[in-house]
């Protein structure tokens, strides 16, 4: 499972664990990093080594035999998220990667380029401002091509491109009113137009720190107003979304980038591109370039230039994929009741730890001014981000990475109680300080797996082992900041 990727996916030979720090085997600790990466399951690695067995017992897999199995997958998504069959999906070796493919759904042939307007560039993945410009992220493609990062991937696509960044948090981390972006983004796609431009928007939903925005409603105000000459793609990377949601945006023309190494608790790095079929009927051909990025059964065979990308296979990103929707469709078999129980107890041992170590919790979502009382959707409090410098200014990003790589048990001033190591999803860059300074955060996130093994656990249970974590993990945080100071 570390094949099929970039060089993120790679295993230290000193360390056995890749640069987000987990390895491709399941580990007994603390861990609530769903945020950054995950351990795949105990349950999903037995369900990859059964799959291996089918598909590749010599560790080979044929191409006809990849795009077969890729096919069951597509029809499994479609069921577990209850889409039509004529929903395309396009798999992808991160949520990095993601981006090519939205750059494929704005293609649009009469028009001179496209105007990439992303909300938040500090909130999404760090490479994705590569990617979203038609260029590589990293030195490594999925197929083992060795590139450059921040080089093209095609020269006349990332000439034709123009990244644009809307805000959304206000220099003191709360996120901005969705009317406020509302303006930012028709501004930015009533110029694209006038200059003969496809505007590709990209909607949050789930960013690093579970921002949601724009609201739907102002995405149907884009709608009316600019038709179909504005594409759109909901950054849902974070898979932090329910299906209701899912199905709302693709009515609305939005294609959907979900992956199922975060909330759904697989492996880094895989994911998927959820496409409405009104999208596919505009979109022009698969891009130049893509042939380094993607193999030819990642795409539907009715898309435009798919011929052209290789006929190879990506067992590695198979497996990702397979683990992943493993857990997905066990999380889908539970009552929302049981989903709502165990995010409530989460809910209330987080504030105990935010207040007991005296910092605070950032609003999650971008709510507008007649809408104090809004009510968050579930899947969007499993993540709570909290913010370190309101115990002291001097708590900042780096302190807080410090921090990060300490839990994580690279410390070099370990106690007996720091044996079991703590995963938290990194710090975030999203709480600007009066001298420029970005102010120290810490995110705690729930995953899937998490949700299914809380579901079996009665209350009283459940309570106290979420309190016992983070008990311990509040013990670790004071003694670092302690040391720090």
């Given at each position: 499972?570390?094949?099929?990727g970039?060089?993120?996916?790679?295993?230290?030979?000193?360390?056995?664990?890749?640069?987000?720090?987990?390895?491709?085997?399941?580990?007994?600790?603390?861990?609530?990093?769903?945020?950054?990466?995950?351990?795949?399951?105990?349950?999903?690695?037995?369900?990859?080594?059964?799959?291996?067995?089918?598909?590749?017992?010599?560790?080979?897999?044929?191409?006809?035999?990849?795009?077969?199995?890729?096919?069951?997958?597509r029809?499994r998504l479609?069921k577990?998220?209850?889409?039509?069959?004529?929903?395309?999906?396009?798999?992808?070796?991160?949520?990095?990667?993601?981006?090519?493919?939205?750059?494929?759904?704005?293609?649009?042939?009469?028009?001179?380029g496209?105007?990439?307007?992303?909300?938040?560039?500090?909130?999404?993945?760090?490479?994705?401002?590569?990617?979203?410009?038609?260029c590589?992220?990293?030195?490594?493609?999925?197929?083992?091509d060795?590139?450059?990062?921040?080089?093209?991937?095609?020269?006349?696509?990332?000439?034709?491109?123009?990244?644009?960044?809307?805000?959304?948090?206000?220099?003191?981390?709360?996120?901005?009113?969705?009317?406020?972006?509302?303006?930012?983004?028709?501004?930015?796609?009533?110029?694209?137009?006038?200059?003969?431009?496809?505007?590709?928007?990209?909607?949050?939903?789930?960013?690093?720190?579970?921002?949601?925005?724009?609201?739907?409603?102002?995405?149907?105000?884009?709608?009316?107003?600019?038709?179909?000459r504005?594409?759109?793609?909901?950054?849902?990377?974070?898979?932090?979304?329910?299906?209701?949601?899912?199905?709302?945006?693709?009515?609305?023309?939005?294609?959907?980038?979900?992956?199922?190494?975060?909330?759904?608790?697989?492996?880094?790095?895989?994911?998927?591109?959820?496409?409405?079929?009104?999208?596919t009927?505009?979109?022009?051909?698969?891009?130049?370039?893509?042939?380094?990025?993607?193999?030819?059964?990642?795409w539907?065979?009715?898309?435009?230039?798919r011929?052209?990308?290789?006929?190879?296979?990506?067992?590695?990103?198979?497996?990702?994929?397979?683990?992943?929707?493993?857990?997905?469709?066990?999380?889908?078999?539970?009552?929302?009741?049981?989903?709502?129980?165990?995010?409530?107890?989460?809910?209330?041992?987080?504030?105990?730890?935010?207040?007991?170590?005296?910092?605070?919790?950032?609003?999650?979502?971008?709510?507008?001014?007649?809408?104090?009382?809004?009510?968050?959707?579930?899947?969007?409090?499993?993540?709570?981000?909290?913010?370190?410098?309101?115990?002291?200014?001097r708590?900042?990003?780096?302190?807080?990475?410090?921090?990060?790589?300490?839990?994580?048990?690279?410390?070099?001033?370990?106690?007996?109680?720091?044996?079991?190591?703590v995963?938290?999803?990194?710090?975030?860059?999203?709480?600007?300080?009066?001298?420029?300074?970005?102010?120290?955060?810490?995110?705690?996130?729930?995953?899937?797996p998490?949700?299914?093994?809380?579901?079996?656990?009665?209350t009283?249970?459940?309570?106290?082992?979420?309190?016992?974590?983070?008990?311990?993990?509040?013990?670790?945080?004071?003694?670092?900041l302690?040391?720090?100071?």
């Amino acid at each position: 499972m570390t094949d099929g990727g970039d060089e993120r996916i790679l295993i230290d030979p000193v360390t056995g664990l890749n640069r987000y720090m987990t390895a491709p085997r399941p580990q007994n600790l603390i861990a609530y990093s769903s945020s950054t990466a995950n351990f795949i399951s105990g349950p999903a690695m037995a369900e990859v080594q059964r799959r291996m067995l089918e598909l590749a017992p010599g560790f080979v897999l044929e191409p006809a035999a990849y795009a077969r199995a890729l096919d069951a997958l597509r029809m499994r998504l479609r069921k577990s998220w209850q889409v039509p069959p004529t929903v395309d999906i396009v798999f992808a070796a991160s949520g990095t990667d993601l981006e090519y493919v939205g750059l494929a759904t704005a293609c649009r042939p009469g028009l001179s380029g496209i105007d990439n307007i992303l909300l938040g560039i500090d909130e999404v993945g760090s490479g994705c401002i590569h990617s979203a410009s038609g260029c590589h992220f990293a030195s490594m493609t999925p197929l083992g091509d060795q590139v450059e990062a921040g080089q093209p991937i095609d020269a006349g696509l990332a000439a034709s491109i123009r990244l644009l960044d809307v805000p959304i948090r206000s220099d003191k981390g709360q996120p901005l009113p969705s009317e406020d972006v509302l303006l930012d983004v028709a501004s930015m796609v009533t110029a694209a137009i006038a200059g003969g431009r496809q505007p590709l928007v990209h909607v949050v939903h789930g960013s690093k720190t579970g921002l949601v925005l724009p609201s739907l409603s102002h995405i149907d105000a884009l709608r009316r107003r600019f038709g179909d000459r504005v594409s759109f793609v909901v950054d849902a990377c974070q898979a932090r979304i329910s299906r209701d949601m899912v199905s709302a945006y693709l009515s609305r023309g939005c294609t959907v980038f979900l992956t199922g190494s975060k909330y759904m608790g697989g492996p880094p790095f895989s994911g998927f591109a959820l496409i409405p079929h009104m999208v596919t009927e505009r979109s022009g051909q698969i891009p130049g370039g893509f042939d380094r990025i993607f193999c030819r059964a990642d795409w539907p065979d009715h898309w435009q230039g798919r011929e052209n990308l290789p006929e190879r296979s990506n067992l590695g990103l198979l497996l990702r994929l397979e683990a992943s929707l493993f857990e997905l469709e066990l999380y889908h078999r539970l009552h929302p009741a049981e989903i709502k129980r165990s995010i409530d107890l989460f809910e209330e041992e987080v504030n105990a730890l935010t207040s007991r170590i005296g910092a605070r919790r950032l609003t999650p979502i971008g709510l507008s001014e007649n809408d104090g009382q809004h009510v968050l959707p579930l899947e969007i409090r499993t993540l709570a981000t909290i913010d370190l410098s309101e115990i002291d200014p001097r708590y900042d990003y780096d302190h807080a990475r410090r921090l990060y790589l300490a839990l994580a048990g690279q410390d070099q001033d370990q106690t007996v109680q720091d044996l079991f190591a703590v995963r938290l999803g990194q710090p975030a860059r999203c709480i600007k300080m009066a001298d420029g300074r970005y102010g120290g955060t810490i995110r705690i996130g729930l995953s899937m797996p998490q949700m299914v093994a809380f579901a079996a656990m009665d209350t009283a249970t459940l309570r106290r082992r979420l309190a016992d974590d983070m008990i311990r993990i509040a013990t670790r945080i004071e003694r670092f900041l302690e040391r720090e100071l």
